[in-house]
């Protein structure tokens, strides 16, 4: 699919702006995500709850994300292979406004329809 210069830019400066918003997402979910203090004199125990809920949820933020970062590496490695916008399954072009949403996809709508069964 990135059978141009200018083609091949667009997508490698869309994949970094992925990049970029997944770290920003990271630094604060880091905050979150740290140890939650247990001291009951300080924290009430619904805070504490509370506190620990949100922990988990930025935990698994940090987690989705790096699934993710891992993904849209891959598809820089299509770009270089210059296999980026080629559904894995049929072989066949995934549609560039899907690509755009998520530039680590990796099957057109058909393929991932019928994947998902």
């Known amino acids: 699919m990135s059978d141009t210069g200018d083609e091949d830019r667009f997508w490698r400066q869309l994949i970094n702006q992925h990049i970029e918003a997944l770290a920003g997402q990271d630094s604060s979910a880091r905050e979150s995500a740290g140890t ?14 509370d506190a620990l ?12 994300n790096s699934r993710q970062l891992l993904e849209l590496r ?38 991932a329809e019928k ?3």
């Open 36 to 49: 939650v203090e247990l001291d009951q004199s300080r924290v009430g125990r619904l805070s504490r709850m």
């Open 53 to 64: 809920q949100t922990q988990a949820m930025q935990q698994e933020v940090l987690r989705r």
């Open 74 to 111: 891959k598809a820089e490695k299509r770009l270089d292979a210059d296999t980026f916008g080629y559904c894995d399954e049929c072989g066949e072009n995934i549609a560039r406004g899907r690509l755009e949403l998520n530039p680590a996809v990796t099957l057109c709508i058909g393929c």
């Open 115 to 117: 994947a998902e069964g």
